[in-house]
């Protein structure tokens, strides 16, 4: 089993920046991919980033292009999502998640292991 641990969340004014972490652990070479999906109040989770094993292959949603940025540590076994100009729309509890897949996904029946959520919120 894979565990994923948050963090990073909290209250930000627009414009400003935050960096969310996640910690992997337990069989950490069991996964390839990783991602960070997000939920507002009364909308669908929906993906925000996502990076494959090597770290060479990202993908983001249009509305976060140019403002977020994915990356691994793979000492740490830790992702991270530096979100920068942020808006009041991305207030949301922001997902880590990873699988054993192979490749960017996108889709979240597509990943096996899931955080806890952390809260981000961004006022006007």
């Known amino acids: 089993q894979v565990q994923l641990v948050e963090s990073g969340g909290g209250l930000v004014q627009s414009g400003g920046s935050l960096r969310l972490s996640c910690a992997a652990s337990?069989?950490?070479?069991?996964?390839?991919?990783m991602g960070w999906f997000r939920q507002a109040p009364g909308k669908e989770r929906e993906v925000v980033a996502g990076?494959?094993?090597?770290?060479?292959?990202?993908s983001y949603e249009d509305s976060v292009t140019g403002r977020f940025t994915i990356s691994r540590e793979y000492a740490k076994n830790t992702v991270y999502l530096q979100m920068n100009r942020l808006k009041p729309e991305d207030t949301a509890v922001y997902y880590c998640?990873?699988?054993?897949?192979?490749?960017?996904?996108?889709?979240?029946?597509?990943?096996?292991?899931w955080g806890q959520g952390t809260q981000v919120t961004v006022s006007s």
């Open positions: 337990g069989l950490t070479n069991n996964i390839n991919s």
């Open positions: 998640t990873a699988t054993g897949r192979v490749g960017v996904r996108t889709h979240d029946d597509e990943y096996e292991y």
């Open positions: 990076i494959n094993r090597s770290g060479n292959t990202l």
